[in-house]
């Protein structure tokens, strides 16, 4: 047989050494399989990888709907202002009816959120745009009534407010489907909230006011009331004095004060009179101060003068000093009758005085016994004054509360003001693109995965060496798809081989193993191609290999390397040949092969495992390495006899194609038992499925 003609590499070079791979322990294939194996994260993108298809279409559905709803859907613009809440108080007046600012009370603020949302503000709106009359807000009704109630409730629901955090600053939202008209509603929404502030103010101001007022009018007639009161008691019990007080009373102090007075005038009229009897009438005060008596002075000692130089001169004789005489003695005499005028004035002065305190004394001592008697009227007439001027009191309070509470009417303002007028939105926010978009994406992505690993779920077809692993089996090799030219050696197939091969005969405790059966558990999964190129890479390794052809339904392998042999496995285990005669292939290449001889019926016996172990005896005694190629178990289960005689079994499945059904019955039909080297050979295998 010529080993170029068996190999599937298309020609005969000598393959490459492979490298030793030290096996894992000795792993028995048992007839049951374990629980389910689960899903990794890695087995999961595995899954959606090779599934992606299914994960695809529900991503490609979605995103179109949402795509096409977006497209189609009815435009809402979003417009929004900002108003201030100033906290500060900013009364105008110090007797405000309301707080002008917005206090530090969260839940005032928290109020406003639910005030500028009202239907009274709404309704202000509603009447500064005439919503009434637009489609959009219910124009379409027929009665004006029904036109304003759809226009109230479809603006509740297109506004919005809110407080920003924990500030005093108000958002308020407006959506329509006309982006000029949401802004509108949003500015006519701000202006409307501090307008209705305003008229709550004034409004609050007024009723303050006409409780103030009507208030006055009874405060007006208490008062004239009490007033009366108090003038008809002090006429009838003669109490017409001021400030409280009795009128007795008011002349007792008065005439007290004018006794003091007269007492006073009667002893400077007594001092005058005592100093003008002690003969000192010209030291007086009246004297000294007396025009009339210092110009008779002045005469005197003028004439005197003369008098004496006259007498000096002439003598005492001299006509001239009499006459000068004469003159001074008229004058002197002048002086004493005015002096007695001051003596008459002073006597007169101190009668008056005199008659003035005893009048004053006697009029003291008539009132002082009559005020013993208004005393016990005073106290009553003092308890009604007291009331009516604590009815005064109350009178000209609310008298300037009404006169401050009208004026402040007229000066009601607002603690809100607009920060950030509205602006034309350009663009809708409704529909979100994007969202609805990402919201699609990702619900297909997870239908689709949902499917995908659903699908996975009820398919039990053995995918990767991953897979196998975790259900308890010992994979030999994963055998990527076979490519010829330089190809076939970068994506490894030669190397898998080689790999298997080592797996197989380079490890230390497997050394005494000398056959093998290469069985796939279905026809095509390649155990034939397996077998063969397990062979040759054993040849090509140094050792003289021999390889049977042991699938009396297929003949694989006689098909290809000995299509019309006549002499074969049969005849030789039947005894009818022997092995040697049976043989083909050149024995200096190191690799022969035992084929079927082809039949125009089918095989009717099936070899026992006594007839195999004579065979395999035999055939150890020319031969270090001996392969099987058995029958696939779905076809032909007496494999288990040649296991038995073996002592190596790798069951070939093949990628994608074999069941987890099918592994189990492959297991159950290969059951063995001993120190075999049992495992999986995975044919057609990814990269990622040999992982």
């Not at 049951?32 to 990794?40: M, R, S, T, V």
């Not at 005030?115 to 219910?138: M, Q, W, Y």
């Not at 005093?168 to 509603?185: H, Q, S, T």
């Not at 190397?495 to 005969?505: T, V």
């Amino acid at each position: 047989m010529n080993a170029v003609a068996m190999t599937p590499y298309g020609g005969g070079r000598t393959l490459r050494a492979a490298g030793v791979r030290h096996a894992p322990p000795p792993v028995l294939i048992g007839p049951e399989l374990p629980g389910d194996d689960g899903i990794d994260f890695r087995g999961l993108l595995d899954i959606l990888r090779r599934r992606w298809l299914t994960v695809l279409i529900p991503i490609l559905v979605l995103g179109g709907l949402s795509f096409a709803y977006v497209t189609l859907a009815k435009k809402i613009y979003t417009a929004s202002t900002l108003l201030l809440l100033d906290p500060r108080d900013q009364r105008v007046l110090q007797s405000d009816v309301l707080q002008a600012g917005a206090g530090s009370d969260a839940a005032l603020v928290e109020s406003q959120v639910r005030v500028v949302t009202s239907d009274n503000v709404l309704v202000r709106v509603i009447e500064k745009l005439n919503l009434a009359n637009v489609a959009e807000f219910g124009g379409n009704a027929e009665a004006p009534a029904e036109r304003a109630s759809d226009a109230l409730d479809t603006l509740a629901r297109a506004v919005s407010a809110s407080r920003a955090d924990r500030t005093y600053v108000l958002e308020l939202k407006a959506k329509a489907n006309d982006p000029v008209l949401a802004r509108r509603i949003a500015d006519a929404l701000a202006a409307a909230y501090i307008a209705d502030q305003i008229d709550a103010v004034k409004s609050a101001t007024r009723t303050t006011n006409e409780n103030v007022t009507a208030r006055l009018d009874e405060l007006r007639s208490q008062l004239r009331d009490a007033d009366e009161k108090v003038q008809r008691y002090r006429a009838a019990n003669g109490l017409v004095g001021r400030d409280g007080t009795a009128v007795t009373e008011q002349q007792l102090a008065e005439l007290n004060q004018r006794l003091i007075q007269a007492r006073a005038v009667l002893a400077t009229a007594q001092a005058r009179h005592d100093q003008l009897s002690r003969g000192n009438a010209a030291a007086t005060p009246e004297a000294l101060a007396s025009q009339a008596m210092s110009g008779l002075r002045t005469q005197e000692a003028e004439v005197a003068r003369r008098e004496a130089d006259l007498s000096a001169t002439y003598g005492d004789n001299h006509p001239a000093v009499v006459k000068v005489r004469a003159e001074l003695a008229t004058i002197r005499a002048q002086i004493g009758a005015e002096v007695g005028r001051f003596s008459e004035s002073a006597r007169n002065d101190l009668a008056i005085a005199k008659g003035d305190v005893a009048a004053l004394q006697a009029e003291l001592d008539r009132l002082t016994g009559r005020d013993v008697t208004d005393a016990a009227a005073l106290i009553e007439l003092r308890e009604l004054q007291r009331e009516a001027d604590a009815t005064r009191t109350i009178y000209e309070a609310m008298l300037a509360r009404a006169k401050e509470t009208g004026a402040q009417e007229d000066l009601a303002a607002s603690s809100a003001r607009i920060i950030a007028p509205a602006v034309t939105p350009d663009a809708p926010s409704y529909p979100p693109k994007l969202f609805i978009l990402g919201v699609a994406v990702a619900f297909g992505l997870g239908l689709g995965a949902a499917l995908a690993l659903l699908l996975e779920r009820f398919d039990d077809r053995v995918r990767t060496a991953g897979q196998l692993r975790r259900l308890g089996l010992d994979v030999l090799a994963a055998l990527p798809p076979f490519a010829s030219g330089r190809r076939a050696e970068q994506n490894g197939f030669d190397y898998a081989i080689r790999l298997l091969r080592a797996e197989l005969r380079d490890a230390s405790e497997r050394l005494h193993q000398r056959t093998a059966l290469v069985v796939g558990s279905q026809q095509h999964d390649g155990a034939a191609a397996v077998a063969l190129n397990l062979a040759l890479a054993a040849a090509a390794s140094g050792e003289k290999v021999l390889i049977i052809d042991a699938d009396p339904v297929n003949r694989t392998l006689s098909q290809l390397i000995a299509p019309r042999a006549r002499v074969g496995l049969a005849e030789v285990l039947s005894g009818k040949a022997k092995l040697s005669d049976a043989l083909i292939g050149n024995a200096a290449n190191g690799l022969q092969a035992l084929p079927l001889a082809a039949r125009d019926g089918a095989y009717r016996g099936r070899p026992s495992r006594l007839a195999y172990e004579k065979l395999i005896a035999e055939a150890k005694a020319r031969f270090a390495y001996i392969v099987f190629v058995g029958a696939p178990i779905a076809d032909e289960p007496d494999a288990r006899s040649i296991a038995e005689a073996a002592d190596q079994v790798a069951l070939v499945l093949k990628a994608e194609a074999t069941t987890r059904g099918a592994l189990a019955k492959a297991l159950r039909a290969l059951r063995v038992s001993g120190d075999k080297t049992c495992g999986i050979v995975l044919t057609m295998a990814s990269a990622r499925a040999a992982a």
